[in-house]
């Protein structure tokens, strides 16, 4: 049974920085793509950020380019994203997706960005 654990979300100041850890158990973590989305309050769900198996990466909100990294540890079965220059508009649950699939989520994590 796949399962994903997100962590690192909390409460930061406009321009200050957080890391998301998402550890995945369950599968072969190396084979799969990884991806981050989040959801803003009374908003839809939208991808974030992809990282393929083989370690390449996209990133599907162009508000986020340049401030935000996705990257991945298989040794340790562990997706991140670094977030940087964290805005307001930032706020949301953030979740970490196996595959793009609507199966496989995590519980998500909350950040929320304010002075």
């Known amino acids: 049974q796949v399962q994903l654990v997100e962590s690192g979300g909390g409460l930061v100041q406009p321009g200050g920085s957080l890391r998301l850890s998402c550890a995945a158990s369950?599968?072969?973590?190396?084979?799969?793509?990884m991806a981050w989305y989040r959801q803003a309050p009374g908003k839809l769900r939208e991808l974030v950020a992809t990282?393929?198996?083989?370690?390449?990466?996209?990133y599907a909100d162009s508000s986020v380019k340049g401030r935000f990294t996705i990257s991945r540890d298989n040794a340790k079965n562990t997706v991140y994203l670094q977030m940087n220059n964290l805005k307001p508009e930032d706020t949301a649950v953030y979740y970490c997706?196996?595959?793009?699939?609507?199966?496989?989520w995590g519980q998500g994590t909350q950040v929320t960005v304010s002075s």
């Open positions: 997706n196996l595959d793009n699939s609507p199966r496989y």
């Open positions: 369950g599968t072969i973590f190396s084979i799969h793509l």
């Open positions: 990282i393929t198996a083989g370690g390449n990466t996209n």
